[in-house]
């Protein structure tokens, strides 16, 4: 798959929906808009860390956007992930305590893209207690959800990764550890909530 | 929490999408009756969005560090580019530098009157003239033929101020540059009688030009640095700083 052209915001939101070649798009997106973005990190206070820590969250960010078609190529790419950059960044900058600053500094580059991404505000934070949550599962557990969820793997293949003897061990040892995830969000309400919100984006 | 080990199955396998006929229906109007399940299910699903976006997560942040490679590969490899071409460009310029003040050092300390003389002589055109008077030299001159016009000259009786400015000219081309400075001096000297200004600057350069390769430098001089004052002087522009440089060289100390 090639990702370029005049087509090539068209060509990457399909390739992101039929999850067919999710690498390439990713790669694409960091041969195509990196520059910009760290260049808009450093120009605010920002360094290199700032900037590949934040493209990451918004290449992520955008990636689950388009798949749950909350974006449909309203904008250009570049512009909306300019948008999310920004606004990433700033409630980073809100977070270091570094708010006045940040007014005088945004103020001058003030978003003219006409884009509303408010909702989309990446919370770090919560990305990391996301992050926390999984890996308390354990090792196997990982595995098997993520062979089965992200890697949409098939159970006689997931069967292959491990060393179980059948694909219903496998089926039931999937089934324990959702439902452990699954009591662990009711056990924490408000972690529900919150990771409703970076994980619905509703 | 619900303990119930099929109801959370069917609804872990309502998830995946692994239900169908009655089982479906059943599991959606339990999810419709009952709000335990419909929380159930809504952890479920948020626990599966949690796993996704882990792996993407994780799938990103392993092509970042392919791709931050792959990038600073790009602009270490543009830097070196830029950097090579600079090293390259400023190379080239160093060698022109040398290169042009090596012949410039040559061109200073290798000076000699005949070398100065070859790169300012010229035979003088006479279809260039300005007016140029008439004498009976002239088509011979304008021929090429200097041995001619000197054997021309050989015969006139009352010799006029243009036939000495042609014949000096013709000494001058056949290297008899000592015959060439007596016949531009009798033609100042006429001039000067006659209060006539017959090839007056033309004169004045070829006479310089005579002197110098007759070696007389203490007689060119100052011929030729008053041209080089001079900037209306018609040969003005072929008497350089430089050439005075190098001809200031030629002269011995004392002199």
């Known amino acids: 798959m090639e990702i370029q052209g005049s087509n090539a915001d068209l060509t990457l939101l399909q390739t992101l929906r039929s999850d067919t070649n999710i690498d390439e798009a990713v790669r694409h997106l960091y041969r195509t808009q990196f520059k910009m973005t760290a260049a808009y990190i450093k120009q605010n206070n920002g360094n290199d860390e700032d900037a590949e820590d934040i493209f990451q969250e918004v290449v992520l960010t955008f990636i689950e956007l388009v798949k749950k078609n909350k974006f449909r190529g309203e904008s250009s790419v570049s512009t909306f992930l300019y948008a999310l950059t920004r606004n990433t960044w700033l409630n980073e900058l809100k977070k270091r305590g570094r708010a006045k600053l940040r007014d005088e500094k945004f103020e001058k580059g003030k978003d003219t893209t006409n884009i509303n991404v408010s909702d989309y505000i990446i919370n770090r934070e919560m990305k990391i207690q996301l992050m926390q949550l999984v890996n308390s599962l354990g090792e196997t557990c990982k595995k098997i959800l993520l062979a089965f969820y992200f890697e949409n793997l098939a159970m006689k293949d997931i069967l292959k990764l491990l060393d179980y003897e059948n694909e219903q061990v496998v089926r039931n040892k999937k089934y324990k550890c959702l439902k452990q995830m699954e009591q662990m969000m009711t056990e924490q309400p408000n972690l529900a909530k919150s990771l409703k919100s970076i994980l619905l984006y509703e | ?255």
């Open chain 2, 1 to 255: 929490m619900n303990e119930n080990f099929t109801n959370t199955e069917l609804l872990i396998r309502y998830l995946d999408d692994e239900l169908e006929g009655e089982q479906l229906e059943a599991v959606k109007k339990s999810i419709a009756e009952n709000s335990a399940a419909r929380e159930e299910l809504e952890n479920l699903r948020l626990a599966k969005e949690a796993i996704k976006s882990y792996g993407l997560k994780n799938k990103i942040g392993a092509i970042h560090t392919e791709m931050m490679r792959e990038l600073n590969k790009n602009v270490a490899s543009k830097k070196g580019m830029v950097k090579n071409i600079f090293q390259y460009s400023m190379r080239i310029a160093a060698a022109v530098i040398l290169i042009t003040g090596l012949s410039v050092s040559y061109q200073y300390f290798t000076a000699s009157p005949g070398k100065l003389f070859d790169e300012n002589f010229e035979a003088f055109n006479l279809h260039e003239t300005r007016g140029a008077a008439v004498s009976p030299l002239e088509n011979i001159y304008k021929n090429g033929n200097m041995q001619a016009v000197i054997q021309q000259f050989s015969t006139l009786t009352d010799p006029q101020p243009p036939d000495y400015f042609l014949a000096g000219n013709a000494f001058l081309s056949t290297q008899q540059p000592g015959k060439a400075i007596q016949a531009f001096l009798t033609l100042q000297l006429r001039n000067k009688t006659n209060n006539t200004h017959y090839f007056e600057e033309d004169t004045e350069y070829y006479l310089a030009l005579s002197y110098l390769i007759n070696k007389e430098l203490p007689r060119a001089v100052p011929l030729f640095e008053k041209i080089h004052a001079d900037k209306n002087h018609p040969y003005h522009k072929k008497i350089s700083s430089w050439f005075l440089n190098k001809l200031h060289r030629l002269i011995p100390a004392g002199e």
